[in-house]
T-cell receptor, first 117, second 111 residues
Framework: SAVISQKPSRDICQRGTSLTIQCQVD?????MFWYRQQPGQSLTLIAT?????????ESGFVIDKFPISRPNLTFSTLTVSNMSPEDSSIYLC??????????????FGEGSWLTVV | GEDVEQSLFLSVREGDSSVINCTYT??????LYWYKQEPGAGLQLLTY?????DMKQDQRLTVLLNKKDKHLSLRIADTQTGDSAIYFC???????????FGQGTTLQVKP
């Protein structure tokens, strides 16, 4: 399995500020993703973090609001820009991990719980 | 677009079996997943099933897949209070790694 570490685990942020969340994986993975889970809701995919190129965003999410970096195969960052209370959510990193015997499975980090005040 | 549906709530007594159901619309789904989320925690991968299988068993967990009806279920045998959590069904297709999630089923286990 893959071990995924996210930082920060929790934060309280001021309206109008930006926060960068880090995701570190203990092995090289091809695909990394960022999801948002709003309070009491399910998970929604924000974007695919592509190594060496710009992230691919899902409908409703834009680069100016959620810039993403992926400098190598084990690390990615998501920035939540110009935050408002509506951005209060859990942000989760996930990876598509190749299994030694073949096939893939998808693991998640513990999430970063952001509260915007 | 693709859609995944789950019932929102299930309540069982400790020691009983729990069955959480999920339906999906994408006929090209390749993997289907079950995740558990405890209060204040992230998502824990419980199990997954490849679309060419119809059953997978792992200790107390049994996953059944009816591909014709696009129906997936998770059975938890001998349910314990520690199983109380939200359970998410999710699917991915074409090896994209992108997951479509259901709304989550809150499992309440009564002593």
């Amino acid at each position: 399995s893959a071990v995924i570490s996210q930082k920060p685990s929790r934060d309280i942020c001021q309206r109008g500020t930006s926060l960068t969340i880090q995701c570190q994986v203990d092995s090289q993975v091809t695909m990394m993703f960022w999801y948002r889970q709003q309070p009491g809701q399910s998970l929604t995919l924000i974007a695919t973090a592509n190594q060496g190129s710009e992230a691919t965003y899902e409908s409703g999410f834009v680069i100016d609001k959620f810039p993403i970096s992926r400098p190598n195969l084990t690390f990615s960052t998501l920035t939540v820009s110009n935050m408002s209370p509506e951005d209060s959510s859990i942000y989760l990193c996930s990876v598509d991990f190749s299994l030694p015997g073949g096939g893939n499975t998808i693991y998640f980090g513990e999430g970063s719980w952001l509260t915007v005040v | 677009g693709e859609d995944v549906e789950q019932s929102l709530f299930l309540s069982v007594r400790e020691g009983d079996s729990s069955v959480i159901n999920c339906t999906y619309t994408d006929s090209s789904s390749t993997y289907l997943y079950w995740y558990k989320q405890e209060p204040g925690a992230g998502l824990q991968l419980l199990t997954y099933i490849f679309s060419n299988m119809d059953m997978k068993q792992d200790q107390r967990l049994t996953v059944l897949l009816n591909k014709k009806d696009k129906h997936l279920s998770l059975r938890i045998a001998d349910t314990q209070t520690g199983d109380s959590a939200i359970y998410f069904c999710a699917e991915t297709s074409h090896n994209t790694g992108k997951l479509i999630f259901g709304q989550g089923t809150t499992l309440q286990v009564k002593p």
